[in-house]
């Protein structure tokens, strides 16, 4: 498995995905060309074998007190092995490079486990915005990170993991 960072030439292998996993409402492929330059966004992509089974999307504003999440997508057969919480976990620590101190981000309400995945990286709702998911007419639930408090938890954790050599990852729950 490798994560890097996204580039142009990753366009068309997102889209693919972008599709796949979100067939009523993906995004266009001038939209994502768009948040794959912008100075603003920070995409990465995972891979296997050379296939591109994941990406993740920040948009964070250099200097600003606050960053989104854009979007974390996990292919179907590459689902339930950590992937995801890896890639969440890049986009915060690139946040946490750029100062920021509050992320943001929607969540389909009828997704429990990317709510489930969000939560227990420590966001918690903040509100929701009835049938924002379109043409679904589903929900969004709004969410919010204090990422000082994710850090000094990361690096509370990191710590006594490097004290307890049985600890497998950082975070003790897996990234692979």
């Not at 889209?15 to 994502?32: G, K, V, Y």
């Not at 074998?49 to 292919?75: E, F, H, K, N, P």
């Not at 486990?113 to 918690?124: D, I, P, R």
């Amino acid at each position: 498995m490798v994560t890097r960072r996204a580039t142009g030439a990753d366009l068309d292998a997102i889209m693919d995905l972008e599709r796949t996993s979100f067939p009523t409402d993906a995004w266009s492929d001038a939209m994502m060309r768009e948040e794959l330059a912008s100075p603003h966004g920070w995409y990465v992509v995972v891979e296997e074998a050379g296939r591109l089974v994941g990406y993740a999307g920040l948009r964070a504003v250099r200097g600003a007190r606050d960053a989104d999440i854009q979007t974390i997508t996990i292919s179907a057969a590459a689902r339930g092995r950590g992937r995801g919480r890896a890639l969440l976990a890049t986009l915060l620590t690139e946040a946490v490079d750029r100062g920021v101190h509050d992320v943001f981000l929607e969540v389909r309400a009828d997704n429990p486990v990317a709510q489930a995945l969000y939560a227990s990286e420590g966001f918690v709702e903040v509100g929701r915005r009835a049938r924002y998911y379109q043409p679904d007419d589903v929900d969004a639930i709004v969410m919010q990170l204090d990422l000082r408090g994710w850090a000094a938890r990361r690096a509370e954790t990191a710590a006594s993991s490097a004290a307890d050599p049985t600890t497998s990852s950082p975070t003790g729950k897996g990234w692979c």
